[in-house]
């Protein structure tokens, strides 16, 4: 399963570390990772995907919350959440296909960020599926660079 | 003040007693003030020796262990003590001392990223930035350490740091917003157990170390003996409940007591405190205690649920979940199943044969016989570890200090060390191996030389016992890498020995040894030596080695392999 964890740190040196650290010790593999300052700058806020048996992530969580740095964990498994990404995308182009890129970031709302004569740098906000989406679609133009953000998360209400 | 000021002044206000610990270029400046001061320390032989005697001593007295060593390599020998202490929840401080800031990261002489290595074996692990920022950095490091589940915090600090000057003072008080330990159980799951307590007709109390770091011993005595309950401890929990008592089943697991294991397996109610249920408790978990509802009352969230599901999980310290849970709990119907105990502890108690060679179980048997539990017993790690478990009776926690997590061989003569310095009214005995004692033995001149008349049993069996029994039963007797003795006589070198036509030979020389260390040595082959031999070394003011020459082929029983189910023992070679 799919989850996604929404740690608050200590703003400090390290964290970043001892927090991978407890993943990689038992081979996770970290799918995504955004890290920023909160409202209150000495407290960092890490959003963690994770792919992993329930079980397991229940006791990384605990584990989390056991490092000395870690001041509130929270698994978004089974809550409501929302959940955002941000994808920046550099997508080949020439005369012929230009309008056709415009066209699809128009329908899904996203950005032109920097134009070129063979190629359109595009910026997508929003979750996986619209995310994906985008990109399925412009693919077939050709694909230079991809740089995503991993998904950042917040509780409803 | 400087920062090397900063740390003497943390040390006393920390109330320290002693530092075990080892010089370097790292840390010429706080060896320098220690030469001033009068805070005791220990020059140890090794920083591994001065890991496992601040462990040593933080396992005897309870207080926080403190250990010194310069950076690089100096740090990376005190890894092994820091995870040993790590695995058994000890309270220690590591200083480390490291190259100077502009340098790290430069590969600099006798530089290694020490708080990286660390950071899976502490509880908590700092490198020091900035002097203003040392003062509240140690005054935490020390009440992390020893809070909550106890641990190993290391604080690394730059030669330049301990060199920079601070007007911050020393703190009083220290918060940590993201540290708050749950000290008090939750009462609605105190009650549930005291319901699951009133209706059980086998409870049984499955007691860990975690019972005598909060002090909890005298408290779980008093439930088990109010309420009828018998009670079997981890190796961490001996002494936790007086091991005399008619109702203490001593050790469980994989070389528990057989009356202990078959409990387990017949028990409607398992009350497990500050235990972890390890892997060599439990045998094969699907069927370990497979009739019994489980309350697990432990201060570590995250050790509850990590390997068996509880139904009345309590969150919080030992001793006053237990205090509240003897305010309102009320005795099931237990005789019968006391009963059935003493039965089986009739039945099948530990035993070995006593013919041919010297046996290893009747050493330790006869300290039991002097001391009746008033000594510390330390151990390696191995078979003598085991026995040392089986027949010796602990009466009064922090009397068995071991190595149980990590298994450290090496730890026991260090360990010693500390805790006799901790106690030193207190008769202190390393139990250790051949193997073993050859992995610390430099420490013996820190022994002598402050004067600490620990006696060190070394069961000498001429090989690594535990892994040769393993690969007797397991691997076809091919004795791959575990006969320390040479066959055949050799010489001048080493001794011989010779009993029923069979002899063998030992090297090195442990007498020689001890005496060229310092210490009396004195051989023992024959039971009729046994006692004349410890009451000697009882006696003596000088660290003594009293080396006895064991049946090699002697092994621990009863024993559950590895990944088999308690309720599969094998009791002997058959």
């Known amino acids: 399963m799919k989850h996604t964890i929404s740690v608050l740190v200590e703003n400090k040196a390290g964290v970043l570390a001892r927090i991978a650290g407890l993943f990689s010790a ?13 409202q209150d700058p000495s407290i960092s806020r890490m959003t963690i995907v994770v792919k992993g048996d329930n079980a397991v992530v229940e006791q990384v969580c605990k584990q989390l919350n056991k490092l000395i740095d870690v001041i509130k964990v929270q698994d978004f498994m089974g809550k409501d959440f929302v959940g955002r990404e941000l994808i920046l995308v550099k997508v080949s182009v020439d005369g012929k296909t230009r309008h056709e890129v415009l066209q699809i970031v128009e329908i899904f709302r996203a950005k032109i960020i920097d134009i070129k004569t063979k190629s359109m740098t595009i910026e997508v906000t929003g979750n996986d599926l619209k995310v994906n989406a985008i990109f399925d679609m412009l693919r077939p133009f050709g694909i230079k660079e991809l740089s995503r953000t991993g998904r950042i998360a917040i509780a409803r209400g | 003040m400087k920062g090397a000021e900063i740390l003497l002044d943390c040390f006393k206000k920390e109330k320290v007693e002693i530092i075990f610990g080892y010089p370097g270029g790292a840390v010429l400046d706080i060896f320098d003030l220690l030469y001033k001061s009068d805070i005791k320390y220990i020059l140890t032989r090794h920083e591994q020796g001065a890991a496992h005697a601040a462990d040593g001593y933080a396992r005897a007295t309870g207080k926080t262990g403190v250990c010194i060593a310069t950076s690089g390599p100096g740090a990376t020998n005190l890894v092994t003590g820091i995870a040993t202490a790590y695995m058994d929840s000890v309270p220690m401080v590591a200083i480390t001392g490291q190259v100077p800031t502009r340098m790290i990261g430069n590969d600099a002489f006798q530089e290694a990223d020490i708080t990286g290595i660390t950071r899976p074996i502490t509880k908590h692990n700092y490198l020091v930035k900035d002097v203003d920022e040392l003062p509240h950095i140690l005054k935490e490091a020390f009440y992390i350490a020893n809070s909550g589940r106890p641990g190993p915090v290391l604080v690394d600090i730059p030669k330049d740091i301990q060199n920079a000057v601070t007007r911050k003072k020393y703190p009083d008080r220290v918060d940590i917003r993201s540290y708050k330990p749950t000290y008090e159980g939750h009462l609605r799951q105190i009650k549930k157990s005291a319901e699951l307590i009133a209706k059980a007709k086998k409870p049984l109390i499955y007691a860990g170390g975690g019972v005598i770091i909060s002090g909890g011993s005298r408290e779980m005595t008093k439930l088990a003996r109010k309420m009828k309950i018998p009670v079997t401890t981890t190796l961490l929990g001996l002494g936790s409940f007086p091991g005399t008592d008619p109702l203490s089943l001593g050790m469980l697991g994989m070389h528990g007591t057989k009356y202990a294991n078959l409990a387990i397996q017949s028990a409607d ?20 205690a497979p009739h019994a509802k489980i309350i697990h009352i432990d201060i570590d969230p995250t050790s509850i649920r990590k390997n068996v599901n509880v139904d009345v999980p309590v969150v919080g310290d030992v001793k006053k979940v237990l205090v509240e849970l003897n305010k309102c709990v009320k005795a099931g119907k237990t005789e019968s ?5 003493a039965e089986w502890k009739k039945k099948y108690p530990l035993k070995y044969a006593k013919k041919g060679m010297l046996k290893p179980q009747f050493v330790v048997e006869k300290i039991w016989e002097l001391t009746k539990g008033d000594a510390i017993i330390v151990t390696e790690v191995g078979q003598n570890q085991m026995w040392a478990a089986q027949f010796y009776n602990y009466i009064n926690p922090r009397t068995y200090i071991s190595s149980g997590g990590l298994g450290t061989m090496g730890y026991g003569l260090p360990a010693a060390m500390g805790a006799q310095v901790g106690c030193p009214d207190k008769l202190v005995f390393d139990i250790a191996g051949d193997g073993s004692i050859q992995m610390n033995i430099q420490e013996l001149t820190t022994c002598v030389l402050n004067k600490l008349p620990i006696n060190i049993i070394i069961l000498n069996n001429g090989c690594l016992g535990m892994v040769r029994q393993w690969q007797e039963l397991f691997y076809g007797g091919r004795y791959s890498s575990t006969v320390l003795n040479t066959k055949g006589p050799h010489g001048k070198k080493g001794i011989t020995y010779c009993k029923d036509g069979k002899c063998h030979s030992y090297l090195p020389d442990f007498i020689k040894a001890a005496e060229a260390f310092g210490a009396d040595g004195i051989r023992v082959t024959k039971e009729s030596e046994v006692i004349p031999a410890l009451k000697k070394a009882i006696k003596s003011k000088n660290t003594s080695v009293l080396e006895f020459i064991v049946k090699p082929e002697e092994n621990v029983f009863p024993m559950v392999a590895a990944g088999a189910s308690l309720s599969e023992m094998i009791e002997s070679m058959a």
């Open chain 2, 337 to 341: 199943w006391v009963k059935k105990i």
């Open chain 1, 26 to 38: 038992r081979g996770f593999n970290i799918d995504s990772l955004a890290v920023g300052e909160t």
């Open chain 2, 269 to 288: 109610l398992l009350i497990a405190i500050g235990a972890r249920f390890d892997d060599r408790v439990t045998g094969k978990i699907s069927e370990f």
